[in-house]
């Protein structure tokens, strides 16, 4: 992300003070299967691994100035213990997390600072649809995603199934090992790292998703004060709520009283609060 970096070089060069408040973090599932999300660094996090049935969601807090993705897991099957393993998305044997999510997995990638960045990637693969929608806040404040399905149209070259299945889309990069796919060696640049079939097939599926290491301008976003909602298989348009000083906030310009008047809106909001005060 060498955009990301020059940014942030920029903002410490001018002087811009770190972030000095938290995130609320609104994780939803909107699949028809069962997911176990996983957070890198997760210490704050319900120790960076936990379950989130179809519908289901949760509220976390993130750290001031934290940094990190988020990602989740498929096919799991976890003891009683909270030990297994999982199709897609491995982070170690356990549910709580202890390292970095295995390939193919989607990404959401987060820094706090002045402002903060933050992006979906398909760098590592494709695993689930996977939006990050900036609520509240000033700056590029875009929804960043892939809420398309690429399981359903991946080549077969890269295509990871189970059970004759195809649960994830792994990378050329992954498959290949080439300097080329991977953007290393004479290639570790953006000048001569270049989008290949395989990643403008990503790219065309998921337009605000990175599809390659030197995808910046087109998939890395910047906002400031505001709390995201991640939200797995839904559509980029679909409304989303959050709490935030034991308020519900939700996205949209047409204010809550508008998008309570859809029913699916309505069951929507009662399930977030709900699953909210069950927190506490």
């Known amino acids: ?10 903002g410490i060069r001018k002087g811009a ?11 939803i599932n909107d699949c028809k299967e069962t997911i176990w999300p996983a957070i890198i660094p ?6 960076g691994g936990f379950v989130l049935k179809p519908s289901q969601s949760i509220v976390l807090t993130a750290p001031i100035n934290w940094s990190g993705r988020l990602w989740g897991r498929t096919g799991c099957n976890f ?3 909270g030990n297994g393993t999982c199709q897609t998305g491995n982070c170690g044997t356990s549910l709580k997390c202890v390292g970095s999510g295995e390939t193919p997995a989607s990404l959401a990638e987060f820094t706090f600072a002045a402002f903060d960045f933050y992006d979906v990637s398909l760098v590592d693969g494709f695993n689930l649809p996977l939006a ?6 000033k700056g590029n404040c875009t929804i960043a995603g892939c809420t398309g399905d690429l399981r359903t149209n991946c080549p077969s070259e890269l295509a990871v199934k189970a059970r004759g299945k195809v649960v994830g889309c792994r990378s050329a990069c992954d498959v290949f090992n080439t300097d080329q796919y991977c953007c290393r060696g004479a290639y570790g640049n953006s000048a001569e790292c270049q989008p290949t079939n395989y ?3 990503f790219k065309e599926a998921c337009p605000n998703a990175y599809s390659y290491a030197y995808d910046d301008r087109s998939s890395i976003y910047t906002c400031l004060a505001t709390d995201y909602v991640i939200t797995f298989c839904s559509s980029r348009k679909q409304p989303v709520c959050t709490y935030h000083n034991k308020k519900l906030v939700c996205s949209g310009s047409r ?5 309570i008047e859809k ?13 909210f005060l069950m927190t506490f």
């Open 1 to 10: 992300m060498e955009l990301n970096i020059l940014i942030l070089q920029e």
């Open 17 to 27: 003070k770190l972030s000095e408040s938290k995130r609320v973090f609104t994780i």
């Open 42 to 47: 997760g210490e704050n996090f319900s120790g």
């Open 79 to 81: 003891d009683s213990n």
């Open 132 to 137: 990050v929608t900036p609520i509240s806040g």
């Open 199 to 201: 990643s403008k097939k």
């Open 255 to 259: 204010g809550l009283k508008s998008l």
């Open 263 to 275: 029913w699916g809106i309505m069951i929507f909001i009662l399930s977030l609060a709900i699953n």
